[in-house]
């Protein structure tokens, strides 16, 4: 299977040799409308809508799948086979039995909705019990106890952050504004006694990936461009795949700071300007997932996002673009705990070639 297809040639190829195509609708990547020619009556058992990252704000104000669903009815696809793909072909998909369309013997795991149109979702059942309605959950559901963010950084073993300039230009991650896809670029850094540091002035930021699973003390360096922080650093432990701590600032003791704050939460997101912590999220769910409501998540990434413009990054959602920093499956150049990962030759590389 496959989510990162981007044009219905591509779809089209895929699914000529067999797999399934997820038609991705998220808060960055946004590929519905492009692939749904790839979706007809021969291909659409083998098709899925998928929303991959969606922010706090969208699932409020857009919805989930309900809002993928009606983004391709209102686009013109039949809804039978809209709702197909978030229900019967998810199911087949992953071999769940018994599950994903309504027949005797299978499970009563139901919606009933409004209408076919708008998708609003009047009732939910799970097991044949009602558990929600319009809107409201119904059980009375006991909270569990706190989860482990999963923080094992050995500091000690990480030999810090710095970087020796090696002479000549450096590879430097270039930021692509809206996609996942990276630039190659060619940059002489700034050199600090013998050291190549963060340069605001033109952009180039220094980005670390800090292993925070086993303790390994493995940590990754580069530099990016793209970022615009004058001042200041980003920190998060959503960092796909291997969901590393990644950082991104103007200069090493913010990147600390950044990272440091992070630790301190459990995991999660944050904004700092000198040791200020300017915005945070904690991410007390093995640092990726929050347990406050959903309402306040929003408002904690609205008040990350405008923290990290007031420090002069121009990007709609940088943790989202953050995150993707770090997935050394999508070219061209990608940071891991390891160091720069060049995707295309898929191997790690030396920051001076």
Not at 52 to 72: I, N, S, Y
Not at 111 to 120: A, C, I, Q, T, Y
Request: aromatic share 6%; hydrophobic share 40%; proline share 5%.
């Amino acid at each position: 299977s496959d989510h990162e297809c981007v044009s219905a040639e591509e779809a089209a190829e895929k699914l000529g040799k067999g797999m399934f195509i997820y038609v991705r609708e998220g808060s960055t990547a946004k590929n519905l409308e492009a692939l749904l020619p790839a979706v007809d009556g021969a291909s659409y058992g083998r098709c899925i809508f998928v929303t991959d990252d969606r922010q706090p704000r969208d699932l409020l104000e857009e919805g989930h799948m309900d809002g993928v669903l009606r983004k391709a009815v209102t686009l013109g696809m039949d809804p039978f086979t809209a709702i197909r793909m978030v229900t019967l072909n998810t199911a087949q998909r992953f071999g769940l039995r018994g599950c994903g369309a309504i027949a005797p013997g299978w499970r009563a795991d139901l919606v009933v909705l409004e209408d076919l149109k708008g998708f609003r979702v009047r009732e939910v059942y799970k097991g044949g019990t009602l558990v929600a309605r319009d809107g409201a959950f119904l059980p009375h559901v006991e909270p569990g106890p706190p989860a482990p963010g999963g923080m094992n950084i050995a500091w000690e073993r990480t030999g810090g952050i710095g970087v020796r300039a090696d002479g000549g230009e450096m590879l430097v991650i270039g930021v692509i504004p809206d996609q996942i896809l990276t630039e190659r670029l060619r940059e002489r850094p700034r050199v600090e006694d013998g050291m190549a540091v963060s340069d605001p002035s033109r952009d180039l930021l220094k980005i670390c990936v800090f292993e925070r699973h086993r303790g390994t003390g493995n940590v990754g360096v580069g530099f990016i461009r793209g970022f615009g922080l004058r001042e200041g650093a980003l920190a998060s432990t959503v960092a796909h795949d291997s969901h590393n701590l990644l950082a991104v600032g103007a200069s090493d003791a913010e990147i600390m700071a950044a990272a440091r704050g992070v630790e301190r939460m459990g995991g999660g997101q944050v904004v700092v300007r000198g040791d200020t912590v300017l915005a945070e999220l904690p991410l007390d769910v093995a640092g990726l997932m929050s347990t406050l409501p959903l309402q306040e998540v929003k408002e904690r990434v609205t008040s990350l996002n405008g923290a990290a413009r007031s420090l002069g990054c121009p990007l709609d959602e940088p943790f989202m673009a953050l995150s993707f920093m770090a997935l050394p499956v999508i070219p061209a150049l990608k940071i891991t705990d390891r160091g720069l990962f060049d995707v295309d030759s898929f191997s790690h590389v030396s920051l001076f070639p």
